[in-house]
């Protein structure tokens, strides 16, 4: 059974940092691409970060570049998403996902929240 849980996420003030986790179960974790989205109340579901199976090539949304970081560690079947600065705008259920070539993958959702 293919599993993606989030952790990690919940209520933090502006300026401050929560580290997101996705452990993944039930599929070969190494040969698969990992994505954070992120969904906002009445807004479309974007992509927030993702990283390479192999190689540890990058991408982020142009809102969160140099303020996150996505991370994988293929011992432990996890990616990670480290934020930091975050700002009330970053409010939102962040979303793991999986993807190779025919599959994909979706974790339940975290709700992260910035708020004072």
């Known amino acids: 059974q293919v599993q993606l849980v989030e952790s990690g996420g919940g209520l933090v003030q502006p300026g401050g940092s929560l580290r997101l986790s996705c452990a993944a179960s039930?599929?070969?974790?190494?040969?698969?691409?990992m994505k954070w989205y992120r969904q906002a109340p009445g807004k479309e579901r974007e992509l927030v970060a993702g990283?390479?199976?192999?190689?540890?090539?990058?991408n982020y949304a142009d809102s969160v570049k140099g303020r996150f970081t996505i991370s994988r560690d293929n011992a432990k079947n996890t990616v990670y998403l480290q934020m930091n600065s975050l700002k009330p705008e970053d409010t939102a259920v962040y979303y793991c996902?999986?993807?190779?070539?025919?599959?994909?993958?979706w974790g339940q959702g975290t709700q992260v929240t910035v708020s004072s």
């Open positions: 990283i390479a199976s192999v190689g540890g090539i990058t």
């Open positions: 039930g599929f070969t974790f190494t040969t698969y691409a």
């Open positions: 996902n999986a993807r190779r070539n025919w599959s994909d993958y």
